[in-house]
């Protein structure tokens, strides 16, 4: 049987790995928020801020063509 590629040339990933990685930064930065204290809530805010922080640069700066 002849597998069917829908996703020529690995284009699924060019298209969501960075969506997908800032979604998982975020959801581990929401879960270290809530359930841990001290130390880890500097690292739960610097992965909250990875989100703002993109969408500022992009914003902001955008790329010239």
Not at 15 to 35: D, E, K, Y
Request: glycine share 4%; net charge positive.
């Amino acid at each position: 049987m002849k597998k069917i590629n829908n996703y020529p040339n690995g284009s699924f990933m060019k298209v969501w790995f960075f969506p997908t990685l800032i979604a998982i930064l975020s959801l581990t930065g929401l879960v270290a928020a809530l359930l841990a204290d001290a130390w880890i809530d500097l690292v739960s805010c610097c992965l909250l801020a990875v989100p703002i922080y993109l969408a500022l640069k992009f914003t902001l700066f955008p790329k010239s063509r």
